[in-house]
């Protein structure tokens, strides 16, 4: 039995279903405890009924979740709450580089004289 792609895009749009092509280099997952790589992928997004969902294909790597905080960062983070860059540094190691929780959680410790 011969399958017909046009008939089943059209079955496919009449039942609310789009589909497009991503044109994706790269996709990462990113979790708490680590990062998953998907290299060379192909990625779909399917539209069904106002929903957007993506499947993707490709070559999946696993990598632990060690981040080393870059310049940029420390000084943004010292900037804004006036620790050391030791402190920054150790900061955003402990937030995974979140700057934003790391200037909130270093401006929480000095209002309270920490």
């Known amino acids: 039995m011969r399958v017909n792609q046009r008939r089943i895009m059209q079955a496919m749009k009449r039942l609310g279903v789009s589909q497009e092509s991503v044109d994706a280099e790269e996709v990462i997952i990113k979790t708490k405890e680590k990062k998953i790589v998907i290299k060379n992928p192909e990625v779909l997004k399917v539209n069904l009924m ?43 190691k402990k937030n995974k580089g979140d700057l934003a929780a ?11 004289g920490e």
């Open 50 to 92: 106002g929903q957007d969902t993506f499947q993707i294909t490709g070559v999946v790597e696993e990598l632990e979740n060690n981040y080393e905080p870059n310049e940029e960062d420390v000084n943004i983070v010292v900037e804004k709450t006036g620790v050391s860059k030791e402190k920054a540094i150790n900061t955003l």
């Open 102 to 112: 790391s200037i909130l959680e270093l401006s929480n410790s000095e209002e309270k």
